[in-house]
């Protein structure tokens, strides 16, 4: 994807961010995560200036200088962005059934068929790989990986089910009751507040057995698939292609 591409998918996602209803931290963190997904920096400051109250120019630039975490990359990324403008009622890309159709596909809807060009959703060819490396120790930081993920995928007031807890059967491992009366906004309150023990937020886990999360929020009331109060996003698995090309896929998508 060229940079104008993505220029102007953000561009129309911004269309549904109102910089005069943010408080100065999402403002903030529109322009970090411009900047992490590889926006120009003249394409926040065009869209500040949305807010005269508060615009100031030169502003935005010497924000975006600043924008550095311990690794030397901005502490949010451009999915950040997006969600925002998602929760404003922008959608990035709509499908479409094989007849041409803007309409979305129907939930008993069959993808298959002979390949045309509206068929196929994405050109492998055009994804380049990436390799992925295993942090270093000194580059994992498991508190902001956490808070990223539930700043990410919920709004600050869903409520967020996780397990940590679990039982051996058989040789196998099942996940316990688990959580769900916190919204990310309290988890990720806590998160940045515990000094790094993060086990004294969501609990210990078994390492032989690992934790469990549901991306789907719920009703506060428990955490089986009846509790599931909105399903915006599902697990796409591939046996075929390799962990470097779906990253790609994914990083197209947005």
Known sequence: MSINEKETDLREALDYIN??????????????GLKEAGYPASMWEDWSARDPRRYH?????????????????PPVTGATVAKMAMDNGWKPYRTRDFTGSDEGLDWNAVIGGEETADSVFLDPE??????????SDSQWRPVREIVRYLDTLFKP????????????????????????????????????????????VLGDYNENAGAWIRFNPVDGKGIG??????????????????????NALIRELY
Do not use: H
């Open 19 to 32: 910089p005069a209803a943010l408080s100065y931290n999402d403002w903030l963190r529109v322009g970090m």
């Open 57 to 73: 120019s030169g502003e935005c630039l010497r924000k975006w200088e600043s924008f550095r975490d311990e690794n030397g990359g």
């Open 225 to 246: 698939n009846k509790n599931v109060a909105a399903f915006r996003y599902a697990l796409v698995e591939s046996d075929k292609t390799d962990l470097e090309m779906q």
């Open 126 to 135: 055009r994804v380049e790989p990436r390799t992925l490396e295993e942090p």
């Open 157 to 200: 007031t869903d409520y967020v089910g996780y397990v940590t807890e679990s039982f051996e059967k058989e040789g196998k491992y099942f996940p316990k009751k688990g959580s769900y009366d916190r919204t990310a906004e309290q988890l990720i309150v806590e998160l940045e507040k515990c000094d790094g023990d993060i086990g004294a």
